[in-house]
T-cell receptor, first 112, second 111 residues
Framework: DQQVKQNSPSLSVQEGRISILNCDYTNSMFDYFLWYKKYPAEGPTFLISISSIKDKNEDGRFTVFLNKSAKHLSLHIVPSQPGDSAVYFCAALSSGANNLFFGTGTRLTVIP | EAQVTQNPRYLITVTGKKLTVTCSQNMNHEYMSWYRQDPGLGLRQIYY???????DKGDVPEGYKVSRKEKRNFPLILESPSPNQTSLYFC??????????FGPGTRLLVL
């Protein structure tokens, strides 16, 4: 059973506009969330994270929002750039655990 | 340069023929993990290790073995591979979750 879900397999956005990637989770014990970015033929790389004690975390063009009551988080990229074209994975874990649960990924294409 | 290396990058084998995928990290990380990535399922953790000689099962450990005899190396062993183990495999090492580094991946095809 997929505990972390990314329901949009793909997203296309014009350069300069906002990209919004969504993620839902089912396990209420999850209290730490991460986003990874993956280019072809490479491993995922860490992008940004958020703890459940916050509802927003910002790092440059990347902002993650967490809605605990809805068990939903989203990644906003503003402005989107062609180099942002990649697969984005949402991941979640419970404090003290050693297992990270990943979503299925969303392929973002930023059109120049 | 901080990195996780995996070998081989591509492997085609036949059912039942034992194979090992090597993983090595140069960051002196205590934690290492193996994941597999499958279409529609994302990445799933196979095994992890918290330090030398300390390993534990992840989500999908069936059919796999690991060992951690040295801090830098964490090989993944398939004693008797089957077609359902055809997948893309990633090794990772970390101190904290934000500093989890993934290797480039090993694409395995079991015929």
């Amino acid at each position: 059973d997929q505990q972390v879900k990314q329901n949009s397999p793909s997203l296309s956005v014009q350069e300069g506009r906002i990209s919004i990637l969504n993620c839902d989770y089912t396990n209420s014990m999850f209290d730490y969330f991460l986003w990874y970015k993956k280019y072809p033929a490479e491993g995922p790389t860490f992008l940004i994270s958020i703890s459940s004690i916050k509802d927003k975390n910002e790092d440059g063009r990347f902002t993650v929002f967490l809605n605990k009551s809805a068990k939903h988080l989203s990644l906003h990229i503003v402005p989107s750039q062609p180099g942002d074209s990649a697969v984005y994975f949402c991941a979640a874990l419970s404090s003290g655990a050693n297992n990270l649960f990943f979503g299925t990924g969303t392929r973002l294409t930023v059109i120049p | 340069e901080a990195q996780v290396t995996q070998n081989p990058r591509y492997l085609i084998t036949v059912t039942g023929k034992k194979l090992t995928v090597t993983c090595s990290q140069n960051m002196n990380h205590e934690y290492m993990s193996w994941y597999r990535q499958d279409p529609g399922l994302g990445l799933r953790q196979i095994y992890y290790s918290m330090n030398v000689e300390v390993t534990d099962k992840g989500d999908v450990p069936e059919g796999y073995k690991v060992s951690r005899k040295e801090k830098r190396n964490f090989p993944l062993i398939l004693e008797s591979p089957s077609p359902n183990q055809t997948s893309l495999y990633f090794c990772a090492s970390r101190q904290g979750w934000e500093t989890q580094y993934f290797g480039p991946g090993t694409r395995l095809l079991v015929l």
